[in-house]
T-cell receptor
Framework: GQQLNQSPQSMFIQEGEDVSMNCTSS?????WLWYKQDPGEGPVLLIA?????ELTSNGRLTAQFGITRKDSFLNISASIPSDVGIYFC?????????????FGSGTQLTVLP | EAGVAQSPRYKIIEKRQSVAFWCNPI?????LYWYQQILGQGPKLLIQ????????DSQLPKDRFSAERLKGVDSTLKIQPAKLEDSAVYLC??????????????FGEGSWLTVV
């Protein structure tokens, strides 16, 4: 199956700093999705990207769908304590009658006051 | 709009026992997914339904896992008999018809299973 390489695995930053994380794949996707998961909760959708090259913002979050369709990044500006959590990238591929969603291994973000 | 509903939230069972999880997707979402998330990993697809039909169950351990979506709305995932390695979060997700190119997939809060 497809695999996503997500990095970094974990980050410790000071409140107010910017954060960047990315995902790469050996194969292309139709859609890139970024989720945040808090302890004890399911993944919550942050940003969806549908076209190669697309750059989308959601508040302090910005994500881009790579031109090659094999990568994506997520930036968080001016981090705050509630940004703490695990961020997952996910690539969605339409394959016949199936919709294959493959997740990265996650980036654990810790924001220090 | 109500989100994806799952129950129970938490379950502890002994190995070799059985367990069932229930999911009600977002209203109008024809596609329903069950994912397994082991601690420290990203979710992995177990089974995908389109209405009441199975689209992809290639990753479902069919010797012990089963799932159904008889009326094309809510769904049940069963594990029988459970093994220690089944301890994980079982996430249900849903999306609109697969033919829409701008579909996104929404997750429930998960059912947390501990097998002892």
């Amino acid at each position: 199956g497809q695999q996503l390489n997500q990095s970094p695995q974990s980050m410790f930053i000071q409140e107010g700093e910017d954060v960047s994380m990315n995902c790469t794949s050996s194969s292309i996707f139709n859609t890139w999705l970024w989720y945040k998961q808090d302890p004890g909760e399911g993944p919550v959708l942050l940003i969806a990207l549908y076209k190669a090259g697309e750059l989308t913002s959601n508040g302090r979050l910005t994500a881009q769908f790579g031109i090659t369709r094999k990568d994506s990044f997520l930036n968080i500006s001016a981090s705050i304590p509630s940004d703490v959590g695990i961020y997952f990238c996910a690539g969605l591929l339409f394959s016949g009658s199936a919709r294959q969603l493959t997740f990265g291994s996650g980036t654990q973000l810790t924001v220090l006051p | 709009e109500a989100g994806v509903a799952q129950s129970p939230r938490y379950k502890i069972i002994e190995k070799r026992q059985s367990v069932a999880f229930w999911c009600n997707p977002i209203s109008g979402h024809a596609t329903l997914y069950w994912y397994q998330q082991i601690l420290g990993q990203g979710p992995k697809l177990l089974i995908q339904f389109q209405n009441n039909g199975v689209v992809d169950d290639s990753q479902l351990p069919k010797d012990r896992f089963s799932a159904e979506r008889l009326k094309g709305v809510d769904s049940t995932l069963k594990i029988q008999p459970a093994k220690l390695e089944d301890s994980a979060v079982y996430l249900c997700a849903s999306s609109l018809l697969r033919t829409s190119s701008r579909n996104t997939i929404y997750f429930g809060e998960g059912s947390w299973l501990t097998v002892v």
